[in-house]
C-alpha cells in the first residue's frame, strides 16, 4: 500500500506538529452543546476576576429585570408622550438664519 498523497490541506501542517497523543473528536460533544464566549473591556475584567462572579452577577441582573416586568399591571397602557414641549418656550428669541442672510446682504 502506497502512501497517501499529499493535498493541499497537508502543505498548510508543520513538521512541528505532533498529534501522537491526540484523540479525534475529544471534545465534539462540548461543542454541540454550544458555547458564549465573551470578551470583556480591561475595566470590567478587573471587577470580575472568574467566570462564576461574571454569572452571579449576570442572574441577579435577569431576576430584578424578570421581576420588574412582572410587576407591571397586565392591561396596563404605555401612554405616549405629547409632540408639544412641557415648559413654555423661552421669551428672548433667537436670530434664525433670515436675519443673518439680510446681513450679509448688505454688505
Known amino acids: 500500500m502506497s502512501p497517501r498523497p499529499k493535498t493541499e490541506a497537508d502543505d498548510d501542517m508543520l513538521s512541528e506538529y505532533d498529534f501522537t497523543g491526540a484523540v479525534r473528536g ?5 461543542y454541540r452543546e454550544g458555547t ?3 470578551l470583556l473591556d480591561p475595566d470590567v475584567a478587573e471587577v470580575f476576576r472568574d467566570a462564576a462572579t461574571v454569572n452571579d452577577a449576570l442572574r441577579l441582573l435577569v431576576s430584578v429585570a424578570r421581576a420588574k416586568v ?4 397586565a392591561g396596563a397602557v404605555r401612554r405616549e408622550r405629547p409632540n408639544k ?3 413654555p418656550p423661552s421669551r428672548g428669541k433667537r436670530r434664525g438664519g433670515r ?3 439680510a446681513n450679509a446682504a448688505r454688505g
Open 26 to 30: 475529544k471534545y465534539y460533544e462540548r
Open 36 to 38: 458564549n464566549v465573551v
Open 70 to 73: 412582572t410587576r407591571q399591571p
Open 85 to 87: 414641549p412641557m415648559q
Open 99 to 101: 436675519q443673518r442672510a
